[in-house]
């Protein structure tokens, strides 16, 4: 866990001390406690409920110290309340946790706490002997533990939220909020202790402590057993994510990998047909400018359009040498054996099953949109998509980039050619796309210089290498 923000941490700690300090001293002025004997003997049970006190999920605990202090709240009065809820604070400190921050601000919360209920409280009739003045006492319990449970709870849950960086809510209703009837209840037979004491004392009192004793003891073992079950979960749900993030992370290394072995498969391509190196990789660059210029958004249709045009020559593996590098005219028999290379390459990445969709790409990379193309003569929207986008992003690279027999011609030709076949060659709708993108294409070819391609390593060559080249 991160460290907590020590600037609103320690801001609020310090609020709330110095507002339980103010509240203790106001009460005790205003309103000291009467009954010694009485008082000092809930200050004593008070302390040893705190001994008893059990852990909540996290850093939270529960105590019955909270009946006590609803006791002294309702029968004894203000300054009563704050001197049991200080006891009560301090045994805590030395028995559950011995944390000097912790110990500030459950001073501050507690006395806070056990002013509001005794404010609450305070329009009300005092209560006292016979069955109308017990019930009075029963609902100024009641009355009296809400208002000290709002408090209690809302300042708790707020210092919990800022020390593990939670939210509030999350907090408040993971280790308060299902803890209210429990407290309600306590709250009520807190009043009822007032009644009792009312008409037996200290002796009626201390006899009541065994039902106290016997719920905490329940409740203990209740909350025992569900924070095991909750901590057991989060520690599988963190588990969980842990696995989530290496095996993503491993996914994203393998994809690099992937995109890896696929580039460099493309290298090597490009060793035997020198002409036009480098060309793959730019095409795949300008297929995924047009597919998100169109609209496409879809991780896996874009990777399929950029595997397609990154390895749509991949079928020229099975073209011999003699053909493939062939520096005079190819013969129409050696054409018809060129025209084969995108089945072939469909054959090859058809095999693997994630290179299966770019393989219908690799298919149709020759196919024209009025349907003049081959292998099959698609035409129009038959076409795969990636197909169409590709074919324009062929026939820009082509023409501005240098070959060994000519010189690359400026983009502003391959953009007039581009136009002038949109509706036979290409897809009108990608050629839209390919204008509008066509200025950024523009400065990237301007500023770059000529797209790569090995040093010249012969001169001439004409119409029928272009040709070749291009198909």
């Known amino acids: 866990m991160s460290p907590r923000p020590r600037g609103p ?19 005790i002025w205003a309103a000291p406690p009467s009954d010694g004997l009485g008082v000092t003997a809930v200050i004593l049970l008070a302390a040893l409920s705190e001994r008893a006190a059990f852990r909540l999920y996290r850093d939270g605990w529960v105590s019955l110290g909270f009946a006590l202090v609803v006791f002294a709240a309702v029968w004894f009065g203000p300054g009563a309340a704050v001197l049991v809820s200080t006891a009560a604070v301090i045994s805590g400190y030395l028995f559950t946790d011995r944390s000097r921050e912790k110990l500030f601000f459950n001073f501050g919360q507690a006395n806070l706490s056990a002013v509001a209920g005794c404010a609450a409280v305070a329009p009300l009739p005092p209560g006292g002997e016979g069955i109308v003045g017990a019930a009075i006492l029963v609902l100024e319990g009641l009355i009296a533990g809400s208002a000290m449970y709002v408090v209690s709870s809302l300042l708790v849950a707020s210092v919990m939220a800022i020390d593990q960086r939670r939210s509030f809510a999350e907090v408040y209703w993971e280790n308060f909020a299902w803890l209210l009837p429990h407290y309600l209840a306590v709250a009520a037979a807190s009043g009822g202790f007032a009644a009792v004491y009312a008409n037996l004392g200290v002796p009626g009192l201390v006899v009541l402590t065994a039902p ?17 079950h909750v901590l057991r979960l989060e520690e599988a749900n963190e588990e969980l994510r842990r696995a989530y993030v290496e095996i993503r992370n491993m996914s994203d290394e393998l994809r690099e990998a992937y995109h890896g072995t696929l580039e460099s498969l ?3 391509l490009d060793m035997r047909d020198q002409e036009t190196r480098g060309h793959s990789a730019r095409v795949a660059k300008h297929a995924l400018d047009i ?10 249709e874009l990777e399929m359009i950029y595997r397609g045009a990154l390895m749509h020559d991949v079928g020229k593996i099975g073209v011999p040498d003699a053909i493939l590098r062939k520096p005079g005219p190819l013969t129409e028999e ?4 060129m025209r084969r290379h995108p089945a072939l390459g469909y054959r090859i990445l058809a095999q693997v099953p994630h290179l299966r969709p770019a393989a219908r790409i690799v298919l149709a990379h020759h196919e024209y949109w009025d349907g003049s193309g081959y292998p099959r003569g698609l035409r129009g929207e038959a076409i795969p998509l990636g197909a169409r986008i590709f074919a324009v992003c062929d026939a820009f690279d082509a023409i501005v980039s240098d070959r060994p027999y000519r010189k690359g011609s400026p983009p502003a030709v391959a953009r007039d050619e581009i136009l002038r076949c949109a509706g036979t060659q290409f897809d009108p709708k990608v050629v839209e796309a390919f204008e509008a993108l066509f200025p950024v294409w523009e400065e990237e070819h301007l500023s770059n210089g000529a797209p790569l391609y090995l040093p010249r390593y012969r001169a001439g060559g004409g119409k029928e290498e272009q040709r070749r080249a291009a198909g």
Not at 11 to 26: C, D, E, K, M, S
Not at 291 to 300: K, V
Not at 334 to 337: A, L, P, V
């Open 9 to 27: 941490f320690a801001l609020l700690v310090a609020a709330v001390f110095a507002a339980g300090a103010v509240a203790l001293t106001v009460a």
């Open 212 to 228: 106290l004793a016997v719920s905490r003891y329940a409740m203990k073992q209740v909350v025992d057993k569900t924070r095991q």
């Open 266 to 268: 493309v290298a090597a």
């Open 291 to 300: 597919a998100h210029m169109l609209g496409i958004r879809d991780p896996e």
């Open 334 to 337: 050696e054409w018809e054996f």
